[in-house]
């Protein structure tokens, strides 16, 4: 009798002993759960939306997130050789209505209409690598770039460059209004207040075939910056330096400095810049205004983009 009351003693004891050990595991193994999830998160919102300022930035939509938003530059029309300074006077205005849509997380697609050349565009971007700081680490974001545009405007009613110059007046074939631009979008988030992006950059753009010589390929660089300073405000930078630019009209290379505001899902963008095009073809290989406050040459861009999601 004392034999089997010892016996059941140490069973129990084993059964006690085993469901510790039972219970620990499981605790060891949601701990290492938690710690995986926790290495393969990626960093997130390197920059707010899909745009810096006037450029792509690395940012892709969520699945099912439709994105509506509204571009807009305005400027003035300068005084022939005039020295006055900026007067911000609107006279001039282009925009562009487009609609974005995140198929998965990865893949963001968008189109869009533009009044100034009456241009439909497209486009399409792949987030192929996310930065990540932990775990299985990844220094930066990298996104692929490919967008398109058809500007149906007849070369601007005949004109194809320059409106004073009599002999550059020309129709324009069907085959030569379309551009196209590749971009690999190379971003990183420091801190959690700053990111920068490099963009290098290829555009195809047909319409440059019509002129003896002209190359329409053409080789870019971009730099963008954002510097958050509140929970809802942030300063961003942009410029695109071009390697190879056109030579039958006088070009500058693209500048942006303005400020972004957050509104639960509105963001509300504000620039200063030299160019006045809204499609990267355009503002980046032909901005004919370089960045000074000379008259005309300042436009006042504004950009508001709402996110919804399906």
Same mark, same amino acid.
Do not use: C
């Given at each position: 009798?004392?034999?089997?009351?010892?016996?059941?003693?140490?069973?129990?004891?084993?059964? %006690?002993?085993?469901?510790?050990?039972?219970?620990?595991?499981? *605790?060891?193994?949601?701990?290492?759960?938690?710690?995986?999830?926790?290495? @393969?998160?990626?960093?997130?919102?390197?920059?707010?939306?899909?745009?810096?300022?006037? /450029?792509? @930035?690395?940012?892709?939509?969520?699945?099912?997130?439709?994105?509506?938003?509204?571009?807009?530059? %305005?400027?003035?029309?300068?005084?022939?050789?005039?020295? =006055?300074?900026?007067?911000?006077?609107? *006279?001039?205005?282009?925009?562009?209505?487009?609609?974005?849509? /995140?198929?998965?997380?990865?893949?963001?697609? /968008?189109?869009?209409?533009?009044?100034?050349?009456?241009?439909?565009?497209?486009?399409?971007?792949?987030?192929?690598?996310?930065? =990540?700081?932990?775990?299985?680490?990844?220094?930066?974001?990298?996104?692929?770039?490919?967008?398109?545009?058809?500007?149906?405007?007849? @070369?601007?009613?005949?004109?194809?460059?320059?409106?004073?110059?009599?002999?550059?007046?020309?129709?324009?074939? @069907?085959?030569?209004?379309?551009?196209?631009?590749?971009?690999?979008?190379?971003?990183?988030? +420091?801190?959690? $207040?700053?990111? +920068?992006?490099?963009?290098?950059?290829?555009?195809?753009?047909?319409?440059?075939?019509?002129?003896?010589?002209? !190359?329409?390929?053409?080789?870019?660089?971009?730099?963008?910056?954002?510097?958050?300073?509140? $929970?809802?405000?942030?300063?961003?930078?942009?410029?695109?330096?071009?390697?190879?630019?056109?030579?039958?009209?006088?070009?500058?290379?693209?500048?942006?400095?303005?400020?972004?505001?957050?509104?639960?899902?509105?963001?509300?963008?504000?620039?200063?810049? !030299?160019?006045? $095009?809204?499609?990267?073809?355009?503002?980046?290989?032909?901005?004919? !205004?370089?960045? $000074?406050?000379?008259?005309?040459?300042?436009?006042? /861009?504004?950009?508001?983009?709402?996110?919804?999601?399906?």
């Amino acid at each position: 009798m004392h034999l089997m009351k010892i016996k059941s003693k140490f069973l129990y004891t084993l059964l %006690f002993l085993s469901m510790v050990n039972m219970i620990h595991a499981q *605790d060891i193994l949601k701990d290492l759960e938690a710690a995986s999830v926790e290495e @393969s998160q990626p960093t997130i919102a390197t920059f707010k939306g899909t745009h810096i300022s006037i /450029g792509h @930035s690395v940012e892709t939509r969520k699945k099912g997130v439709l994105e509506i938003s509204s571009m807009n530059r %305005f400027w003035n029309r300068p005084i022939p050789d005039s020295e =006055r300074v900026q007067t911000f006077a609107a *006279d001039k205005w282009n925009s562009r209505i487009g609609v974005d849509y /995140g198929i998965s997380d990865r893949l963001t697609t /968008g189109v869009g209409y533009g009044t100034g050349y009456r241009s439909i565009d497209a486009y399409a971007k792949y987030r192929l690598f996310y930065q =990540r700081d932990s775990g299985s680490k990844f220094p930066f974001s990298i996104t692929l770039f490919q967008g398109g545009v058809y500007r149906n405007k007849s @070369s601007f009613k005949g004109v194809l460059y320059d409106i004073d110059d009599p002999t550059m007046m020309r129709e324009v074939p @069907s085959k030569n209004k379309f551009a196209a631009t590749t971009q690999l979008l190379i971003a990183r988030k +420091f801190t959690r $207040n700053f990111s +920068f992006q490099i963009a290098p950059t290829y555009v195809y753009r047909a319409e440059d075939e019509l002129v003896d010589g002209a !190359n329409p390929n053409h080789f870019a660089l971009g730099f963008g910056a954002r510097y958050k300073v509140s $929970n809802h405000v942030s300063i961003v930078s942009e410029y695109y330096y071009v390697a190879n630019p056109v030579d039958f009209v006088d070009t500058y290379g693209p500048f942006s400095l303005g400020a972004n505001w957050e509104v639960s899902d509105l963001l509300l963008q504000f620039k200063l810049t !030299n160019a006045r $095009n809204l499609v990267e073809d355009k503002f980046i290989i032909k901005t004919e !205004n370089n960045f $000074n406050f000379r008259d005309g040459n300042l436009h006042f /861009g504004f950009h508001a983009t709402y996110f919804i999601q399906l």
